[in-house]
């Protein structure tokens, strides 16, 4: 067997590629004071740009987003529902109530508030003591509920996320990376959507206190729907947000920030450069036909190539030149092959870019030749060379 790496035919370079304006060297490197940076393609869940994008950090109140992914998942299940009524208890009162110092809802000590409250007491207010009600209804304690957040995390693809409280306050190892921010982001607004547009609130009013929204980005004008800030002595000020232009929606985390004014100002600075700089190309539809490869002792002598997936990629406008997309395989084949069976792979590399490696699969299946077509097929491989 022989290892292949071919260019794809000119035409799907001219057609997939070309007609799309391909533009795939990076952007230029924007400077920013903020300590940690992720930006994702929504539609791709590419992270596009990042800075310190995987390293842990202290998520402050941006934590929250996992609090509410936990209990829109028990709405969804059934184990909840809007009416049911959450306890304010002592510990939930003393931690995150009035009585803390903390963004609080104001919730009386032993009232009883509507789920449907609580949520709003969470979003747009940033409520402890609705985060903290939430954790002992759902889990019995908040400490329980922490663990539940973590494992719920890994199975929604946090790999290194780790929480020990349901309100970001800050605690010896509850930590978060700004890349896991936003897929926790994105897949809040896709798994709940019904819950998302809570999030572009501006204000609430509970116990006769109305606070604001503190999402900056929402008062703004520039297409921000959600989602949440955050602010500790040790995180300092951070932001996860997301946008929609023309369509197209983006996800911004910072942190690490040093104030609300710088908060406010930065995010609104990166968001607009992402939303000149960045683009989303649709390059290859799944079963689209990129080779043939060429099949030993079988009843074809070729095999169409075909891609598994949609391949779609979030880059620069203002690039010009530099990727390569290549078909690789071990060839000739040995048949028998079956339909679906992975013969290959398209690797797609560019200046700045992650290589990108996509499974190709047989379109058709190539049944085995009989002891005299081997002989045969042998016999013309060996005149051919």
């Not at 709405?75 to 995150?96: H, P, Q, Y």
């Not at 969470?122 to 889990?139: K, P």
């Not at 095999?303 to 690039?319: C, F």
């Not at 997309?325 to 069976?341: C, F, N, Q, S, W």
Request: net charge negative; with cysteine; aromatic share 8%.
């Amino acid at each position: 067997m022989i290892a292949r790496f071919t260019r794809l035919p000119a035409f799907l370079l001219a057609v997939a590629l070309a007609a799309a304006s391909f533009a795939i060297a990076p952007a230029q490197a924007i400077e920013t004071p903020a300590s940690y940076v992720s930006l994702m393609d929504f539609a791709t869940g590419e992270i596009i740009y990042e800075k310190q994008g995987n390293e842990l950090m202290a998520p402050a109140s941006m934590s929250k987003l996992m609090t509410m992914v936990m209990l829109f998942d028990a709405l969804k299940d059934g184990r909840v529902t809007l009416d049911d009524e959450f306890v304010i208890s002592e510990n939930a009162w003393r931690k995150g109530g009035a009585a803390s110092g903390s963004s609080t809802m104001f919730a009386e000590l032993n009232s009883r508030v509507p789920v449907r409250d609580l949520i709003y007491g969470v979003i747009v207010q940033s409520g402890n003591d609705a985060c903290i009600a939430i954790a002992e209804a759902l889990a019995g304690s908040e400490a329980t509920f922490a663990e539940r957040m973590t494992e719920r995390a890994r199975e929604i693809g946090l790999e290194t996320s780790t929480f020990k409280n349901a309100t970001g306050w800050p605690d010896e190892g509850h930590l978060m990376t700004a890349n896991e921010l936003a897929i926790l982001a994105r897949y809040l607004i896709e798994t709940h959507p019904e819950f998302y547009e809570i999030y572009s609130v501006r204000d609430f009013e509970w116990n006769g206190i109305t606070q604001a929204n503190r999402n900056p980005l929402i008062y703004m004008n520039m297409g921000a729907d959600g989602l949440k800030t955050g602010h500790t002595s040790v995180s300092g000020y951070g932001l996860t947000a997301s946008a929609v232009r023309n369509g197209r929606r983006l996800v911004l985390v910072v942190n690490g920030l040093s104030s609300e004014k710088e908060r406010a100002n930065e995010t609104q600075r990166l968001m607009d450069w992402a939303f000149r700089e960045f683009r989303s190309y649709n390059l290859l539809e799944a079963g689209q036909v990129l080779e043939r490869a060429p099949v030993w002792q079988g009843s074809s002598r070729t095999v169409p190539m075909v891609i598994a997936t949609d391949v779609a990629l979030t880059m620069s406008r203002d690039a010009r030149k530099g990727m390569e997309a290549k078909v690789r395989y071990d060839g000739p084949l040995t048949a028998p092959i079956a339909e679906g069976d992975i013969i290959g792979q398209l690797v797609i590399t560019g200046p700045g870019l992650p290589t990108r490696t996509y499974d190709l699969q047989a379109g058709t299946s190539v049944e085995a030749l009989g002891m005299f077509g081997k002989a045969m097929s042998a016999l013309a491989q060996l005149i051919s060379g």
